[in-house]
């Protein structure tokens, strides 16, 4: 199983940017995507996970101002970010969690986005 993130980029605080996460490889069904972030000197953090079911989970840090969701159909996963702020600055990464055609269950990683929130 497979992620490939993109999305990433400089962004003025304020502003807004859109990560994607697509899932590819030997999938079953996906139970879990999420993003999290690590930023320099800090452990990893959940940002916001979206479950098959459609329930949403979000950091403190985050809540309203983030929002989660998926194309189960596309594997895809994505994070809307708004009202950035300088502390949202790090490497986003996403992750699946779900079973395979095996079946065996995966947690996969994509690799980390950089967002940067300067002026």
């Known amino acids: 199983v497979q992620l490939q993130a993109s999305g990433g980029g400089l962004v003025q605080p304020g502003g807004s940017l859109r990560l994607s996460c697509a899932a590819s490889?030997?999938?079953?069904?996906?139970?879990?995507m999420g993003w999290y972030r690590q930023a320099p000197g800090k452990e990893r953090e959940l940002v916001a996970a979206v479950a098959s079911t459609g329930g949403t989970t979000y950091a403190d840090a985050v809540r309203g101002r983030f929002t989660i969701s998926r194309d189960a159909a596309k594997k895809m996963s994505y994070l809307q970010m708004n009202s950035l702020k300088p502390e949202d600055t790090a490497l986003y990464y996403c992750?699946?969690?779900?079973?395979?055609?095996?079946?065996?269950?995966?947690?996969?990683w994509g690799q980390g986005t950089q967002v940067t929130v300067s002026s």
């Open positions: 490889g030997n999938i079953f069904s996906i139970i879990v």
């Open positions: 992750n699946a969690r779900g079973t395979t055609m095996t079946p065996r269950q995966f947690d996969a």
